[in-house]
Structure formats: C-alpha cells, structure tokens
C-alpha cells in the first residue's frame, strides 16, 4: 500500500512509520519535516499536498495540538487552539483527502484517552477527542467508495512521559509501538467507523 | 431554586420550562424570545446576560444550531457553524457561567443521540454532540465550589418529528416532556459529569 502519514516526526508518528514502513510505500508530512510540510488548519495547504503526493491507499493523521492548562484560566480562545489545529485539522485531512484515495482506501486518525477519562488541565483536550471519535463514527457511513475511517485512541505513550507525566497521574503509561499496532489494524484491517483505544 | 433556562423558546426548551417552572423560579433566555436576550456564541453576550439575571442554582441549555447536510458537501465553513453556535456556545455558557452560579449550583447542556449512532447529513451534528459530552466529563471534575455539569442526549423527540422525521428513519421519537425528565434529574439530583441518554 501506498500510506501518506502526516504527523510523522512525533512521538506517535515515530512508532507508526517504523511499524508501517516495513511493509509498505509510506509518505512522510509534517509542518516543517518529512517529504512534504502542510499545515492542516488550512484546508487549501491539504488540497495542495494531496495534489503532490498524489493518491494513495491510506491517510493517517497522527498530528494535532490542544491547549492544557488551569480550567481558571481556560478561555475560549484556549479551547480554540485545539478545534482550529487537532480538530479541524483531522477533519480537513478526511474533507480534502478523499478525492485522493483510492477505492477502499481508509483514513486512520488519533484522538487520546481524555474523551472518556478526563484529568486536570485537559477539559480543551477532552473537548476534541470526544468530537473526533464521533465524527468518525458519522463518516463512516457516509465515505463512499468503500473508503473507510477509524481513529485510535490512546494513553499517555511511555516516551511522552518526561513532559505529560505529570498531567497523567496513575496512568499507566504503553510504548509507543504498542500504539502503532492499532493504526496497523486500521490501516490494513476491514473495519470502518471504529475507535480503537490503546489503554 | 433559581434557574436560567437559555433555548426556553424552542421545542426541548418548552418542555423543559413545562417540567421546571411547576416547582422553582424560572428565568427564559433565548436570542430573541424569553426574559433576557444572548448570542451565545459571543462570550462577552453571555457575561452581560449573567450580569442581568444575578446568580442562580442552575444553568440549562437547550439551544444551538448545527448543519445538517449531504456528506459530498460539507465543507470546512459548515462544521463551522456548529462549532462556533451550539459547541463553543454551550461551552461558553459554561465559562462565563460559573461565577454566577451559587455554590452546588448545576450546568445542565444539550447533547444528542447522533454522539454514538449517527444519521446520513448528521456528521456535523455528531461531532459537536462528541465534543460537549466529552467537555462535560472534563469539566465535572474540574469545577468548583461544588458546581456540577452534566449533558442531556436526547433522540428525535416527537414533536420535531414533521421536520427532522425524515433525518431519522427507524428512530423511535420521545416526548419533548420524557427529555424534560433528564434536565430534572441532572438540575435537582446530586450527580456530575454524566450523560443522561433519552433513547
């Protein structure tokens, strides 16, 4: 398969690219490294990038930024940061990149434990990781083609713990490339409109 | 108890203001029926609101707008209008609330079924209903003075059926008053951060 992964410089991105990469043609994106640089809040730099990678058996996104911090001082322009960049950056990633898979092709996107179990300073987090996983849900039947959409979700990885360890006390952490595991199933399984947790 | 009903106008909301104002002070707020006027997308609206009506016991709302519409057409601007209406527009309650809300005082929003079984034309719907459940578990556990939140997800309820019938097919419609039931629990009863489904 031909696989575009945007995010791929991160602690995530790392893991996905070594366990995909082995077995198939993968693309690198990120905002500043990897084959190709977009910045997903803009939907045309998308458009643009699809346009020069061409098309492809699978998108997954494994980028995105929310803002934490003391639910005192959250603001709405604090909870914007995450809708503008890991929210609807996930989605223009699905809106612009379908034209550019193929038949059957599957989009995989990362959402985060902090839908479901919440902690201090994550309320924006929380907020977007909830929306993505029903957003995939809704999409899923709605993709034509037979192309397909999941999103995993994951804990805190073990190699992210030196900066939100301290956010995650008393979750137990996995390795990164046990998270990868899960885009694997995304990418090279069947199943559509699927959350896959990795916690 | 005192409570501020923000959507008193609409279908959920007169049902709600049925089932509430039988035994407390109730306070109708809409964009432009009830009470007191806001544009709840607009923080600084909802602050001038809070500073007209004084504290209250508990704040519910049962408004906001989403786009409804064909999947091949969705468009960045569309998942906006969501966004920035019933999302950002409920959380924004939420922000500029607290302060006017007495201590054990409730935030009680409006979900939807779409959340987990979405509907063709509903991806929009459904990630906005993701993120508020999503918000309002975060929130419950970060708020203070006692304050409690929790979200109400009703399905289609009866008395919407002649325009939104045709959305969900299969769907069992509730009573506008069956849903007034969970504003109830969640305003006069002593939980946080639950989702109460009427489906």
Chains 1, 2 share one sequence.
Not at 111 to 136: H, K, Q, T, W
Not at 148 to 172: A, D, L
Not at 181 to 187: F, R, T
Request: charged share 20%; aromatic share 8%; glycine share 10%.
């Amino acid at each position: 398969m031909k696989i575009i992964l945007i995010g791929a410089s991160g602690t995530l991105g790392r893991a996905v690219s070594a366990e995909l990469a082995a077995r198939h043609e993968l693309v690198t994106v990120g905002r500043t490294s990897g084959d190709f640089h977009t910045d997903m809040r803009e939907i045309k730099s998308l458009q643009a990038l699809f346009q020069k990678t061409g098309k492809a058996d699978a998108i997954v996104c494994t980028a995105g930024s929310v803002h934490f911090g003391p639910w005192a001082e959250l603001t709405q322009e604090k909870v914007d940061i995450g809708l503008r960049d890991k929210l609807m950056g996930q989605v223009n990633v699905v809106l612009a990149g379908q034209e550019f898979l193929n038949d059957e092709g599957s989009f995989t996107l990362t959402s985060g434990i902090l839908s479901e179990d919440p902690i201090r300073y994550g309320a924006a987090a929380s907020l977007v990781n909830g929306a993505l996983e029903s957003f995939a849900r809704a999409a899923a039947i709605e993709l034509n083609r037979g192309l397909r959409i999941n999103v995993v979700s994951p804990t805190v990885v073990e190699e992210s713990m030196t900066s939100f360890g301290p956010y995650f006390p008393g979750y137990k952490p996995v390795p990164a490339r046990d998270a990868a595991l899960a885009y694997s199933k995304s990418v090279e399984g069947k199943q559509t409109g699927q959350v896959y947790k990795v916690w």
